[in-house]
């Protein structure tokens, strides 16, 4: 089991930052990818952010690509997500994941919802115009 914790999010204006940070607790964290998921208000949850088990690799979502960056401290068992040039558009509760993409790679398997196990419980961000 892998247990994860989000915080960080909160309110924010429109061109302002914030990090997300996502404290994981279980079994082995450096074994893990990590994502970072989103949904507002009457949308399907979408992908944002991944990046693989060492760090080495990440993925984003063209909506937040040059804006949001992911990276993870393995020694902290958490991950993070800075968030730069927030847009409204942004407004959403963000979940971090973990999972271990046996059977596939690249940015297909990795901004999917199934290839990940152990969801958190998400923090709201609220950027407002």
């Known amino acids: 089991q892998v247990q994860l914790v989000e915080s960080g999010g909160g309110p924010v204006q429109a061109g302002g930052s914030l990090r997300l940070s996502c404290a994981a607790s279980?079994?082995?964290?450096?074994?893990?990818?990590m994502g970072w998921f989103r949904q507002a208000p009457g949308k399907e949850r979408e992908f944002v952010a991944a990046v693989s088990w060492s760090g080495g690799t990440t993925f984003y979502a063209d909506s937040v690509k040059g804006r949001f960056t992911i990276s993870r401290d393995n020694a902290k068992n958490t991950v993070y997500l800075q968030m730069n040039s927030l847009k409204p558009e942004d407004t959403a509760v963000y979940y971090c994941?973990?999972?271990?993409?046996?059977?596939?790679?690249?940015?297909?398997?990795?901004?999917?919802?199934?290839?990940?196990?152990?969801w958190g419980q998400g923090t709201q961000v609220t950027v407002s115009s």
């Open positions: 279980g079994r082995t964290f450096s074994s893990y990818a």
């Open positions: 994941a973990a999972g271990q993409p046996t059977y596939c790679s690249g940015y297909g398997c990795y901004a999917l919802p199934h290839t990940y196990d152990y």
